[in-house]
């Protein structure tokens, strides 16, 4: 089988020298760092995963490009089973690790890739689906780990492209020649890409005559020449730095989501790895089609293993304080799982409704609606499923002293006494459950559910796009018996 082990996995990171920089200091080994290692353990998570029998029907499937079974996060979806059970990895991931398996952008890449090479060569005579498929293949065969970016910092929305002051807003090429081209930029809000191998580059967004260099796509290693990591540092992130044990951390391995700005100073990239140079018309289909697949991911799937951890430390909390007949707290518990079941089918429907896109190329993308429904749900449900386990929780998730108090000797007896509410069950884990949802509840996951694949107007401009009336006008023209136009007297 073409799969890694997690060991397998963490010596090949320490191969690789990316350019990272968190806190104002250069970060010399993401796999030392404490932030930046709990990247590297979501990432060999998934490697150990595929090799637990218990977990290999999700996390692995066979691939016909190397006639052997492959990690899923590498896998392209050739039918709606294959975007079903990618639907279920991503709750799985995610309620396993209660955070971000960094996989998963890189995943989504590669069926807009997939799909849109296949276009382009098939229209234009080009050779990138070839030169994707063959990249692929060697993702495949060597499990590599690869994550995705899109997102740019961009210049001012009044402004068309060629206006900004800074033309380096978006990521363009400025050198082609015989072996390659050179490209220049940055893309903000990646997700791990410092503790993957490989980092997948899409446009941000459509491309207009006179921006054939912005319209670019292509692979490269995280450590190419050039490449530098500028990384998120947060109250939580100080808060692992200096922690004197990372138990008393709510998330203790996994840690909260990391990302981090990836710029790119003059990058060359070799013409085998590059999908998409110039051809300014497509560069909204990449677009497009990583968000039609990315919104039923964030939307329908990972969100839903998230509400599943905070849901589970929110009935725990019920319990140790001996609520469980408390009818306003159980009804609060009831809406929350209405809600995630809510997400949850919207995020299967889109898979299951998914269709060929374009017809021929082989690739299955998830009904664009339900996709989009997927995610605009979930934005809005994510935030009251937070304040409900907020209000179940109480005051406590955010006033909750260090658990370090527990082995202070002049307060240790204090916090025993006061802090277990009369519950047999240890302090030690009704304050660690409380931290947990501090993390949910306080934490960076509300506005990252909010803006993850694309902001509310995103998914709302993508639904007015592609709702269709007909069929309910039809339906009310056939009930009235209404009459057509020319036959009006």
């Not at 060629?162 to 220049?184: A, C, F, M, Q």
């Not at 990583?290 to 998230?306: D, L, P």
């Not at 082989?362 to 409900?388: S, T, Y």
């Amino acid at each position: 089988m073409a799969l890694m082990t997690p060991e397998q996995f963490e010596a090949s990171l320490k191969k690789l020298k990316p350019r990272v920089f968190m806190n104002g200091k250069r970060v010399e080994n993401v796999l030392e760092n404490r932030n930046t290692r709990t990247v590297v353990e979501a990432n060999k998570a998934s490697y150990a995963w595929a090799l637990d029998p218990r977990y290999k029907d999700i996390m692995t499937c066979y691939s016909p490009l190397i006639n052997d079974v492959v990690n899923r996060y590498t896998h392209v979806s050739a039918s709606t089973e294959d975007l079903v059970k990618k639907a279920e990895a991503g709750t799985f991931t995610a309620e396993m690790l209660g955070t971000c398996i960094y996989r998963c952008a890189g995943y989504d890449s590669f069926h807009a890739l997939a799909t849109t090479t296949w276009e382009i060569d098939k229209e234009l005579g080009t050779e990138y689906h070839s030169r994707f498929t063959e990249y692929l293949k060697m993702v495949q065969k060597r499990d590599l780990s690869v994550a995705g970016a899109l997102t740019e910092p961009r210049g001012k929305r009044s402004r068309k492209t060629l206006e900004w002051t800074d033309p380096y807003l978006s990521l363009k090429i400025v050198d082609k020649n015989k072996d390659g081209i050179v490209v220049r930029g940055a893309k903000i809000n990646i997700s791990g890409a410092y503790a993957s191998h490989e980092l997948v580059v899409l446009p941000q967004a459509a491309h207009l005559e006179g921006e054939e260099d912005y319209a670019v796509a292509f692979a490269t290693p995280v450590d190419a020449k050039g490449i530098t990591f500028v990384c998120q540092y947060t109250p939580y992130s100080a808060e692992r730095d200096q922690a004197q044990d990372l138990e008393e951390l709510g998330n203790p391995i996994f840690g909260q989501r990391e990302t981090s700005m990836v710029v790119f100073d003059n990058v060359f990239v070799p013409w085998e790895r590059v999908f998409h140079c110039g051809e300014y018309k497509y560069s909204i289909r990449f677009v497009t089609r990583f968000a039609r697949i990315h919104r039923m991911t964030c939307g329908g799937t990972c969100k839903v293993g998230f509400m599943n951890q905070i849901i589970g430390a929110t009935k725990l909390i019920q319990e140790y304080k001996g609520l469980e007949k408390a009818a306003h707290i159980n009804d609060e518990l009831t809406e929350m799982v209405v809600l995630r079941e809510t997400c949850r089918a919207c995020g299967l429907v889109a898979a299951q409704k998914g269709t060929e896109e374009p017809p021929g190329s082989g690739v299955f993308l998830p009904d664009e609606l339900m996709g989009n429904v997927a995610k605009l749900n979930v934005a809005n449900a994510f935030w009251r499923v937070m304040a409900l386990a907020g209000d179940i929780g109480g005051g406590l998730i955010v006033t909750l002293p260090s658990l370090k108090e527990l082995k202070n000797p002049e307060v240790k007896d204090y916090v025993e006494e006061f802090y277990s509410f009369g519950s047999d069950e240890p302090t030690e884990n009704i304050m660690k459950v409380h931290k947990l949802l501090q993390n949910w509840t306080a934490g960076l996951h509300g506005v990252g559910t909010w803006h993850g694949a694309g902001s509310i107007m995103a998914q709302k401009i993508a639904l007015q796009r592609v709702i269709n009336y007909e069929h309910e006008k039809e339906l009310v023209k056939r009930t009235l018996n209404l009459k057509d136009k020319e036959s009006k007297s």
